[in-house]
C-alpha cells in the first residue's frame, strides 16, 4: 500500500513567519510530487509541483524535495492570513499500467495568525 | 464557463434512489477523474478516463458507475447508496499526465 503521511496539524505561524509543510511518501519509485491549497469548503488547487532533488522556488512559495529520504516540503515565506488553508501533499508513483493515480496525504492544517 | 464545472453541487438521496453528478471541463485536456473526498481521510481516486477510455477502476463498489460520452463530460451514476458514501465528490481534468485540475465538488450526502 503506497502512502502519504503529513502531519495533520494545526500548524499555527504568526503573520510573516515561515510556515514549513512536511510530508514523506513509501514509494520509492515516485517521479512526480505536487502541493495542493484547498480552503474549507473549497476544491484543492494546485500551487507547486516538483520532479527532481533539490528546491523550487515560485513567489513566496519554495518546494523541497529529497528522493533519498521520501520527503517533500513546502516552505511558505511572509505568511499572510490569506494562506490559512489545508495543504494537500500529493504523489505520483511509477506503478506501471496507466500511471494517473496521484496518491494525496490527509493534509496539514496551516493557521496563519494576524 | 471556464475550468472545470460540477453539477449539481449539492445533493441528497435516500438508499434507494438513484442520481447522476455531471461534470464538464473547458480545459481542452484529454483525461478526466472522480475523486472522493471524505473527512478525515485523504482524496482517494475512484475513476480516471483517457480519450474516453477508462483506465483506472480504484476497486470502487459498483453502486458507483462512470460514464464518459466525450473527452469535455463525466458522470458518476449513482444507485442504491450506502449512508458511509456521504462525501464530497470531486471531479478533475488534466492534460496526459499532467496534474489535475479539480472542479468544485459535489456535496453528497445519503440518508
Known amino acids: 500500500q503506497k502512502e502519504v503521511e503529513q502531519n495533520s496539524g494545526p500548524l499555527s505561524v504568526p503573520e510573516g513567519a515561515i510556515a514549513s509543510l512536511n510530508c514523506t511518501y513509501s514509494?520509492?519509485?515516485?517521479?512526480?510530487f505536487f502541493w495542493y491549497r484547498q480552503y474549507s469548503g473549497k476544491s484543492p488547487e494546485l500551487i507547486m509541483s516538483?520532479?527532481?532533488?533539490g528546491d523550487k522556488e515560485d513567489g513566496r512559495f519554495t518546494a523541497q524535495l529529497n528522493k533519498a529520504s521520501q520527503y517533500v516540503s513546502l516552505l511558505i515565506r511572509d505568511s499572510q492570513p490569506s494562506d490559512s488553508a489545508t495543504y494537500l501533499c500529493a504523489v505520483r508513483g511509477y506503478s506501471g499500467g496507466s500511471n494517473y493515480k496521484l496518491t494525496f496525504g490527509k493534509g496539514t492544517l496551516l493557521t496563519v495568525n494576524p | 464557463e471556464t475550468g472545470v464545472t460540477q453539477t449539481p453541487r449539492h445533493l441528497v438521496m435516500g438508499m434507494t434512489n438513484k442520481k447522476s453528478l455531471k461534470c464538464e471541463q473547458h480545459?481542452?485536456?484529454?483525461?478526466m477523474y472522480w475523486y472522493k473526498q471524505s473527512a478525515k481521510k485523504p482524496l482517494e481516486l475512484m475513476f480516471v478516463y483517457s480519450l474516453e477510455e477508462r483506465v483506472e477502476n480504484n476497486s470502487v463498489p459498483s453502486r458507483f458507475s462512470p460514464e464518459c460520452p466525450n473527452s469535455s463530460h463525466l458522470f458518476l451514476h449513482l444507485h442504491t447508496l450506502q449512508p458511509e458514501d456521504s462525501a464530497l465528490y470531486l471531479c478533475?481534468?488534466?492534460?496526459?499526465?499532467?496534474?489535475?485540475?479539480f472542479g468544485p465538488g459535489t456535496r453528497l450526502l445519503v440518508l
Open positions: 514509494d520509492r519509485g515516485s517521479q512526480s
Open positions: 480545459l481542452g485536456h484529454n483525461a
Open positions: 478533475a481534468s488534466s492534460q496526459d499526465k499532467a496534474s489535475p485540475h
Open positions: 516538483i520532479y527532481s532533488n
